[in-house]
């Protein structure tokens, strides 16, 4: 069945970074466009970051310039680089994938990573 993994989150500081990443199994991964979110105590899910099948890529204005998606077809991942990193960036980050593999919609998520950024 289908699965997506996220590992590398952390503690870090205020202007560290850490590196994301998302292992899917069970997909045709280079089918997918693949994204981030992320959601915080007492808020929304968020989007964070996409990266489609053709590789454009596609950021929320405060993560931009600051955060990279990128993706590798040949290992199903797909990784957020994030640089500078703010308080505010503290969530439960989400990889995602969504797809028409079958001329069906769908939508697949993982079970998150924790991002704690310290002041």
């Known amino acids: 069945q289908v699965q997506l993994v996220e590992s590398g989150g952390g503690l870090v500081q205020t202007g560290g970074s850490l590196r994301l990443s998302c292992a899917a199994s069970s997909i045709i991964f280079s089918i997918y466009d693949m994204a981030w979110y992320r959601q915080a105590p007492g808020k929304q899910r968020e989007s964070v970051a996409t990266i489609t099948t053709g590789g454009r890529t596609i950021y929320a204005d405060s993560m931009k310039g600051r955060f990279t998606i990128s993706r590798d077809n040949a290992k199903n991942t797909v990784h957020l680089q994030m640089n500078s990193l703010k308080p505010e960036d503290t969530a439960v980050y989400y990889c995602?994938?969504?797809?028409?593999?079958?001329?069906?919609?769908?939508?697949?998520w993982g079970q998150g990573t924790q991002v704690t950024v310290s002041s």
């Open positions: 995602n994938a969504a797809g028409r593999p079958f001329g069906v919609y769908v939508n697949y």
